[in-house]
T-cell receptor
Framework: DADVTQTPRNRITKTGKRIMLECSQT?????MYWYRQDPGLGLRLIYY???????NKGEISDGYSVSRQAQAKFSLSLESAIPNQTALYFC?????????????FGPGTRLTVT | AQSVAQPEDQVNVAEGNPLTVKCTYS??????LFWYVQYPNRGLQFLLK??????LVKGSYGFEAEFNKSQTSFHLKKPSALVSDSALYFC????????????FGKGNQVVVIP
């Protein structure tokens, strides 16, 4: 969905490095999410934010941190990257005024930690 | 907590034949159910949702899904598969009384054989 953008799209980094993944959206949604995708495991929620001042841990938040800089921006940081954080990372958004809560996804960032 | 099971890793189907991708769910309240599709190197795209009402839900690209409350299932179907339907399909569920957090299945790879 072109309304949700992620940068970078691909990144290779070394163990121990700090890395930030960024997400921006023009959909005007108030809720934003970070997921990681691993083969055979589906999508797992890392962090989510229901507005600028609301940040919540998901099911696999250890080793990650987030920042909601504005309603349209939500970044994910790996303070000290490790190889098992190699995965495909997705940002998603949803609108709290939508009763049904469907989420809209960015194109993903493929992260490799060597 | 809500959860989704997609029992098959891969579904192979000949072009023109009916396609079915299975999904069962577990949720404490009334379910909101979703199907997403992921094409190679792309983010997840919303296909369809079940909220309430008619158990047969129609979505994008000729897909439909049937909600079965007694079997806690929400199988995705297409009467005549196309080679372009080859992709990864995810089922997701949330509790209608909860927040917007979705629980995703592990995904099913669909391969349509020409």
């Amino acid at each position: 969905d072109a309304d949700v953008t992620q940068t970078p799209r691909n990144r290779i980094t070394k163990t121990g490095k700090r890395i930030m993944l960024e997400c921006s959206q023009t959909k005007g949604h108030d809720r934003m999410y970070w997921y990681r995708q691993d083969p055979g495991l589906g999508l797992r929620l890392i962090y989510y934010s229901f507005d600028v001042k609301d940040i919540n841990k998901g099911e696999i938040s250890d080793g990650y941190s987030v920042s909601r800089q504005a309603q349209a921006k939500f970044s994910l940081s790996l303070e000290s990257a490790i190889p098992n954080q190699t995965a495909l990372y997705f940002c998603a958004t949803s609108d709290s005024s939508s009763q049904f809560g469907e989420q809209y996804f960015g194109p993903g960032t493929r992260l490799t930690v060597t | 907590a809500q959860s989704v099971a997609q029992p098959e890793d891969q579904v192979n189907v000949a072009e023109g034949n009916p396609l079915t991708v299975k999904c069962t769910y577990s949720v404490s309240g009334n379910p909101y159910l979703f199907w997403y599709v992921q094409y190679p190197n792309r983010g997840l795209q919303f296909l369809l949702k079940y909220i309430t009402g008619d158990n047969l839900v129609k979505g994008s690209y000729g897909f439909e899904a049937e909600f079965n409350k007694s079997q806690t299932s929400f199988h995705l179907k297409k009467p005549s598969a196309l080679v372009s339907d080859s992709a990864l399909y995810f089922c997701a569920v949330r509790d209608s009384g909860g927040n917007n957090r979705l629980a995703f299945g592990k995904g099913n790879q669909v391969v349509v054989i020409p």
